[in-house]
């Protein structure tokens, strides 16, 4: 399941979600800060890995 990162507006906290895609599209304007409260987020880019079968 994909780790969403936001960061609010309004008061800038940082915060992260798990949702599938499908939850996120759902959710996207509906998502509240933990903090304040307010539906003025951002995506911010999280940072990932993969694993592959070829040595690097």
Known sequence: MPHYDFICRNCNKRFSK???????EKEKKSLKCPRCGSRKNERRW???YTITSKKS
């Open 18 to 24: 798990f949702l599938s895609i499908s939850a996120y």
């Open 46 to 48: 999280a940072s990932f």
